[in-house]
């Protein structure tokens, strides 16, 4: 069973919104810090945003601070990233990951990938 899913990646106009959604079937789940991560073409994979299990505190780089919002969804085993006022840079696949240390936050050495969605902002 694969651990994680991506879904919600599309084509949007900038400005434009949408709501990424990763499923997990990593359990506990509750109990799994969880980060966005994005990679566009040509460069480096880059982080966006985690949510620790341990007070549900939120972290997001400085790129998308203010548009995008993380959220988890522990009944559902589903973790959220709803990104507005997209901009073309923001064109990329987006990956979900997940972990069970608390530390893991930005960086890569999150145990469990998705295999990623497309996110394409048209100017």
């Known amino acids: 069973q694969v651990p994680l899913v991506e879904s919600g990646g599309g084509l949007v106009h900038t400005g434009g919104s949408l709501r990424l959604s990763c499923a997990a079937s990593v359990r506990p789940f509750s109990f799994y810090t969880l980060g966005w991560f994005r990679q566009a073409p040509g460069k480096e994979r880059e982080f966006l945003a985690a949510?620790?299990?341990?007070?549900?505190?939120?972290y997001y780089a400085d790129s998308v601070k203010g548009r995008f919002t993380i959220s988890r969804d522990n009944a559902k085993s589903t973790v959220y990233l709803q990104m507005n006022s997209l901009k073309p840079e923001d064109t990329a696949v987006y990956y979900c990951a997940a972990d069970r240390r608390a530390g893991v936050i930005r960086s890569f050495e999150y145990e469990y990938w998705g295999q990623g969605t497309q996110v394409t902002v048209s100017s």
């Open positions: 949510i620790s299990w341990i007070g549900g505190n939120t």
